[in-house]
């Protein structure tokens, strides 16, 4: 677990904060874009992510290791130009941003947080994918 008077600690969490802040802004330029993926951008955020989940790896941070290699996986599909941006999709990775910066403010409880949802809402990302508003796995009905 981790010990928040180690700096190397205190280093990982100011720098987690950081990725979070500019993740972000970069998810909602990745939407704006859409399909045009700006290739610099999705591998910013991706490595940003990595990072996080690196460093949960090496401080035992199992509930945010775990988010973040989800999360990760979403975005690598994103990269590969397998999966779009949609606002939908979007909305799901900034509740995971959101979710992992709650986890990263109290990482010493972070271990016993239920993170159920936004796992199942990623795994969805990859399975069905949502639609336009954000919903996983509904069909749209045909014409």
């Given at each position: 677990m981790?010990?928040?008077?180690?700096?190397?600690?205190v280093?990982?969490l100011?720098?987690c904060r950081?990725?979070?802040?500019t993740m972000e802004a970069?998810?909602l330029?990745m939407?704006?874009?859409?399909?045009a993926?700006d290739?610099?951008?999705a591998n910013?955020v991706?490595l940003?992510?990595?990072?996080i989940k690196g460093?949960?790896?090496?401080f035992?941070?199992?509930?945010?290791?775990?988010?973040?290699h989800r999360t990760?996986?979403?975005?690598?599909?994103i990269?590969?130009?397998?999966?779009?941006?949609?606002p939908?999709?979007?909305?799901?990775?900034?509740?995971?941003?959101d979710?992992l910066?709650?986890?990263?403010e109290?990482?010493?409880?972070?271990?016993?947080?239920?993170n159920?949802?936004?796992?199942?809402a990623?795994?969805g990302l990859?399975?069905?994918g949502p639609d336009?508003?954000?919903e996983?796995?509904?069909?749209?009905?045909g014409p």
């Amino acid at each position: 677990m981790i010990d928040l008077d180690d700096e190397l600690a205190v280093e990982y969490l100011a720098e987690c904060r950081e990725h979070l802040v500019t993740m972000e802004a970069d998810l909602l330029a990745m939407e704006k874009g859409g399909a045009a993926i700006d290739e610099d951008l999705a591998n910013r955020v991706f490595l940003a992510v990595h990072s996080i989940k690196g460093g949960a790896g090496f401080f035992d941070l199992v509930k945010i290791r775990e988010l973040a290699h989800r999360t990760e996986d979403a975005l690598a599909l994103i990269r590969a130009g397998e999966m779009d941006p949609t606002p939908g999709r979007v909305s799901v990775l900034l509740r995971a941003a959101d979710t992992l910066s709650a986890l990263l403010e109290s990482p010493g409880t972070s271990n016993q947080a239920d993170n159920t949802e936004i796992m199942a809402a990623l795994a969805g990302l990859r399975e069905a994918g949502p639609d336009s508003t954000g919903e996983c796995g509904a069909s749209k009905p045909g014409p």
